[in-house]
């Protein structure tokens, strides 16, 4: 298994990272056996959240006893210090450790750069401080705010869309990251799900030996696949140039990393970014979480678009943010149809 330094933190980890937004979907008995596999694979890295329901509590019952064997970066999202602590401290109890490797901040709206004791900034370096957490990162799906994260110095890692359809401002965002001995770590390495050939993504990433990839997986043969790729990486050779143009060609107007410039374009108050991402949202978090009212609510709003276009000239990658919504409808309605509301059922 290849290794990557994380920039300045000088943790060591494997290159190929395991995401666990889908072992939500497992039965905790199946999760924690896919945890243990990849870890005998030479999987070093596991990415949580607090917001990922059961992941952080399945990540420490798989290797509780073992933690000084892994790296786990999680992160928290509230927006206050108060809210970023309670959960810093839920962290600590479901991952059943006495210090979290990595804490990133989770895609707030703007980079916390202000120490004036009430941000989610201020409870990170207060845990730092007291030993709770071992370094500082930032997450984002914004390039501006990720931008300003990076030039901030405030943090040692920087977690980003990205994959073989980034394009010239997402390479320039690694290369900066570089410049400031920043970790960079890769979400959403399959856009979202658009992706499908994983040899194209994984060469992608062969070319970025700094970037360290987070692979979201609830199958044993998606595991198998990337260790098979690990054990004989594929080459960028004639017939990989092609086949990524060709996918690039295809499907890199596609791509929505998930800024939500779209949302704030939108006259008539649509979610555009998170509902055009619901296919991808379903596949890979419980049912409980996105089968409900609420989001059905949300769906039900995306056919009051009027074709105005607000949303094409706020997205900041060209994208033609309206041709997705109502093929996401359609996958939504048709588990809403059948299923039903699933937000009191959360073994789903």
Known sequence: M?????????LTVSKTAFGTVPIQRLPEADAIVLLRQAYDGGITFFDTADTYTTSEMRVGKAFEGM????????????????????????????????????????NPPQCYADHDGTTPLDAALAYQKKGYVRHIGFTSHSLSVAEQAVQS?????????????????????????????????AMKPFG??????????????????NVVPIYGMQRQSELRELLELEAAPPLMDAYMKKQTRQMIDAIGGQFCRGCGLCNKACPQGIQISSCNRMGDFLSRNTLA????????????????????????H???????????????????????????????????
Not at 2 to 10: D, F, H, I, K, S
Not at 156 to 163: A, E, G, V, Y
Request: proline share 4%.
């Open 2 to 10: 290849r290794t990557v330094t994380l920039g300045r933190t000088g």
């Open 289 to 312: 979480t996105y089968l409900t009212a609420k989001w059905r609510d949300a769906m039900e709003k995306t056919r009051t678009c009027t074709d105005c276009g607000a949303c094409v």
């Open 314 to 348: 706020a997205c900041p990658y060209g994208l033609d943010v309206r041709s997705q919504m109502c093929d996401s409808y359609d996958i939504f309605m048709d588990l809403w149809n059948r299923l039903g509301d699933q937000s009191q059922n959360p073994v789903l």
């Open 153 to 185: 110095g405030l943090y040692q890692t920087l977690q980003f869309p990205l994959n073989v359809l980034s394009g010239p401002a997402d390479e320039a965002l690694i290369q900066a990251c570089e410049k400031a001995q920043m970790g960079v770590i």
């Open 192 to 209: 979202g799900g658009i992706i499908k050939q994983a040899s194209v993504t994984f060469t992608y990433f062969s070319q970025h030996p």
């Open 67 to 106: 933690m000084h064997k892994i790296t786990v970066a999680t992160k928290v999202s509230p927006r206050t210090y108060q809210e970023a602590s309670a959960h810093i401290e839920n962290s600590l109890r479901a991952l059943k450790t006495d210090c979290i490797d990595l804490l990133q901040l989770h």
